[in-house]
């Protein structure tokens, strides 16, 4: 048996940088394209990573479970913007092919989107919360990720 060697490389709270909570899905297409991004940014980010992006935060039988890791990134990372993801083709909705084009497909995330910052913003109102839309294309076999912020 192989036994190979992992750096393990710790995070602990730095006071100068802001930390935020990102919302996305756990598609395997958006990952690690969607880490790269956000650490070539370098922005500090908490992660909730679920089927569907928002879908557990806006049922409400799980709602509470969601907004739970909001306060939790708050008190340990101090955390000061939640950043809400959806992404084109996400299985969690069916997939483009659930909807009767782009136009539906879209306004089904926005509205998404719009009712998440909503509740959280309800709960959590000295939070920013922006709101993304990301594309997903296979380029060579890799895919590519083009995250856009929509304003609400």
């Known amino acids: 048996m192989e036994i190979r060697n992992f750096e393990i490389s710790i995070m602990s709270f730095d006071p100068n940088k802001t930390t935020k909570l990102l919302f996305t899905c756990l598609d395997w297409r958006l990952h690690p394209a969607i880490v790269d991004y956000f650490a070539k940014e370098d922005i500090a980010c908490d992660m909730c990573i679920t089927a569907g992006s928002l ?10 479970f ?56 309800a709960k959590f109102s000295d939070l920013t919360i922006t ?18 912020t ?3």
């Open 55 to 64: 879908k557990g935060l806006l049922d409400p039988a799980t709602q509470d």
């Open 66 to 121: 969601f907004l739970k890791q909001i306060e939790t990134s708050k008190n340990l990372h101090h955390c000061q913007e939640v950043i809400l993801t959806m992404h084109m083709d996400c299985g969690a909705y069916g997939g483009s092919a659930a909807f009767d084009g782009v136009e539906e497909e879209i306004a089904c995330y926005k509205n998404e989107l719009k009712r998440a910052k909503q509740t959280i913003g």
């Open 131 to 148: 709101t993304w839309m990301i594309n997903l294309k296979n380029q060579e076999g890799k895919w590519q990720i083009n995250p856009q």
């Open 150 to 152: 929509v304003n609400l």
